[in-house]
């Protein structure tokens, strides 16, 4: 991800903005739930030829890819939506080749992210969500990455295409523009409006743009895209301030989080993936967390 990149990490504060005292007072309203907390752990693709021998078993096939990657991670967030719709034999497709605790965030077509009314009751916005509700249980969390250009003065168009998006189909929106961002009344009513219709609001921990990592919670679960720096110190150690977060707020009520690991041409992302797994379970005990191991560990382990 080039968004938010820096050439040099000097002088970066990577430290996490306070907790916003809202967050605890809206987790508190969420109410009980009978089902245990999950944190979905997961990269950007599976295409991955540098995984195998690594990650995926010696020999694997391009075919057999995305099976492997289901084994190691149980989320992914799922960029090739973004340039087509899929069609229901891909999705089934899909859907049958992971287990049964993967849940799919899908990225939506940049056709309806970026045009200029969102798409708002087009066919390509119906043709989407028909096919994609075809992921059924295994359909997380979809997620709508608005260009940098779309700024709080848009509100309007935003307020028109949730009151028309399906609300059996979770939903994140991902923002970028610096007045969502500000201190304004204009901002604290756009988070409203996602809390109001029940839509997640994507968390940004990047170098270069540390406004779009805010801290706020919209909906009984959060999504994180963590971009690190090819394991560099600071990776490491952002991860623990997630974890020292994210048990907070599982503490509170959080019922779910997707957390994607992004490195560098997404060589890394599992191994930081490993790392935010090992630390998470052993700061939430109580929280299930699936995350990937190396194949030699796999094969050890299954020696005894």
């Not at 690991?261 to 379970?281: I, M, Q, R, Y």
Request: proline share 7%.
């Amino acid at each position: 991800m080039e968004f938010g990149k820096l050439p040099s990490l000097a002088g970066v504060d990577f430290s996490l903005p306070p907790d916003l005292p809202e967050n605890l007072d809206f987790l508190k309203n969420l109410g009980a739930s009978h089902s245990k907390p999950t944190i979905y752990l997961g990269a950007t693709g599976y295409a991955m030829k540098d995984w195998v021998g690594k990650w995926y078993p010696p020999g694997t096939k391009s075919t057999e890819f995305l099976r492997q990657y289901g084994l190691q991670f149980n989320t992914i967030e799922h960029n090739t939506t973004h340039y087509a719709i899929p069609n229901l034999v891909t999705v089934e497709r899909w859907k049958n080749e992971v287990p049964a605790d993967f849940r799919y965030c899908p990225k939506l077509p940049q056709t309806i992210s970026h045009a200029s009314n969102l798409g708002l009751r087009s066919a390509q916005l119906r043709e989407f969500c028909q096919n994609i509700s075809a992921l059924e249980e295994k359909l997380g969390c979809c997620f709508m990455q608005l260009p940098p250009h779309f700024s709080i003065q848009n509100w309007r168009i935003l307020d028109a295409f949730l009151d028309d998006f399906p609300r059996e189909i979770p939903l994140a929106i991902e923002v970028r523009h610096e007045s969502f961002f500000e201190k304004t009344a204009a901002a604290d009513a756009f988070f409203q409006l996602l809390a109001d219709a029940k839509t997640t609001v994507v968390i940004t921990d990047v170098a270069g743009r540390r406004d779009v990592c805010h801290g706020r919670l919209t909906s009984e679960k959060t999504m994180v895209r963590f971009v690190g720096n090819d394991l560099h110190p600071t990776d490491f150690q952002r991860i623990e301030w997630w974890a020292e977060r994210l048990k907070l707020w599982f503490g509170a009520g959080l019922r779910e989080a997707y957390f994607f690991t992004h490195e560098p041409d997404n060589l890394l992302a599992p191994d930081l993936a490993k790392f935010a797994g090992e630390v998470f379970s052993e700061k939430m005990p109580e929280v299930l967390v699936r995350f990937p191991k190396p194949i030699s560990m796999v094969v050890q382990g299954s020696l005894f």
